[in-house]
């Protein structure tokens, strides 16, 4: 991967309580073109930023330093970490969420990823989707971002494959996502949405065992 361009964000600020980036958030930008996001991305009356913006052609800006903290995450949590704008470094990709993800776009996001997790020795667990940290709120990268592609990269926490409960109920979803990292105050209906958009995003109906299935904490039901 080239150097990214460097497009200065007025949109940041400094890490509290002298954090490092432990964290990468992956955003869709929901907005008609690369340029467009970038526009408000930069622009101080938005009061959002990010890290860095993926075009659809794989290339790639910077806006704003790692080492400092841009406002893409709002409010939500993810493990233990409540205040993910202070602990993690966020990226946008050109994409409206209706769509696949380009191979350009993925090439360069893989490659990006690559070097920050070197960089920073982020785990891949901690690779997650703006919905993952923000049930009910979020929803990018969406349903067609190919998380198994960065998983079989070693570019994220790989999904589990035991055998779901026989009775699944809400209780222990919620313990088994929590154990997963989805610590967010949220209802049930919206973890349930959380979880399947980042393994199952085309399911529907009811809690069913595969929904537990790749969450990968069989202890948690046996």
């Given at each position: 991967?080239?150097a990214p361009l460097?497009?200065p964000?007025?949109?940041?600020?400094?890490?509290?309580?002298?954090?490092?980036?432990?964290m990468?958030?992956?955003?869709?930008?929901a907005?008609?073109?690369?340029?467009?996001?970038?526009?408000?991305?930069?622009?101080?009356?938005?009061e959002?930023?990010?890290?860095y913006?993926?075009?659809?052609?794989?290339?790639?800006?910077?806006?704003?330093?790692e080492?400092?903290?841009?406002?893409?995450?709002?409010?939500?949590?993810?493990?233990?970490?409540?205040d993910?704008n202070?602990?993690?470094?966020?990226?946008?990709?050109?994409?409206?969420?209706d769509?696949p993800f380009?191979?350009?776009?993925?090439?360069?996001?893989?490659?990006?990823l690559?070097?920050?997790l070197?960089?920073?020795?982020?785990?891949?667990?901690?690779v997650?989707?703006?919905?993952?940290?923000?049930?009910?709120?979020?929803?990018?990268?969406?349903?067609h971002?190919?998380w198994?592609r960065?998983?079989?990269?070693g570019?994220?926490?790989?999904?589990?494959?035991?055998?779901?409960?026989?009775?699944p109920n809400?209780?222990?979803f919620?313990?088994?996502?929590?154990?997963a990292?989805?610590?967010?105050?949220?209802?049930?209906?919206?973890?349930?949405?959380?979880?399947r958009l980042r393994?199952r995003p085309?399911?529907?109906?009811p809690?069913?065992?595969?929904?537990?299935?790749?969450?990968?904490?069989?202890?948690?039901?046996?």
């Amino acid at each position: 991967m080239t150097a990214p361009l460097w497009h200065p964000s007025p949109n940041f600020g400094a890490r509290r309580l002298g954090a490092k980036p432990d964290m990468v958030v992956i955003h869709y930008t929901a907005m008609s073109s690369a340029e467009a996001a970038l526009e408000r991305l930069c622009d101080p009356q938005a009061e959002v930023s990010a890290h860095y913006l993926i075009g659809a052609d794989g290339h790639v800006w910077q806006m704003v330093a790692e080492i400092a903290r841009a406002w893409h995450a709002g409010a939500g949590s993810w493990q233990d970490v409540i205040d993910v704008n202070s602990r993690s470094i966020g990226i946008e990709l050109d994409n409206p969420g209706d769509r696949p993800f380009p191979e350009p776009l993925m090439n360069a996001l893989e490659s990006l990823l690559r070097a920050i997790l070197g960089r920073w020795a982020i785990p891949r667990d901690r690779v997650i989707g703006h919905s993952d940290m923000a049930p009910g709120r979020k929803h990018d990268p969406g349903p067609h971002f190919d998380w198994e592609r960065l998983e079989q990269a070693g570019l994220a926490g790989k999904r589990g494959h035991d055998i779901g409960p026989g009775n699944p109920n809400p209780d222990t979803f919620r313990a088994v996502a929590r154990r997963a990292g989805y610590t967010a105050d949220v209802d049930d209906d919206a973890l349930l949405a959380a979880v399947r958009l980042r393994y199952r995003p085309f399911a529907t109906g009811p809690l069913s065992p595969e929904d537990y299935t790749p969450l990968g904490h069989t202890a948690l039901w046996t």
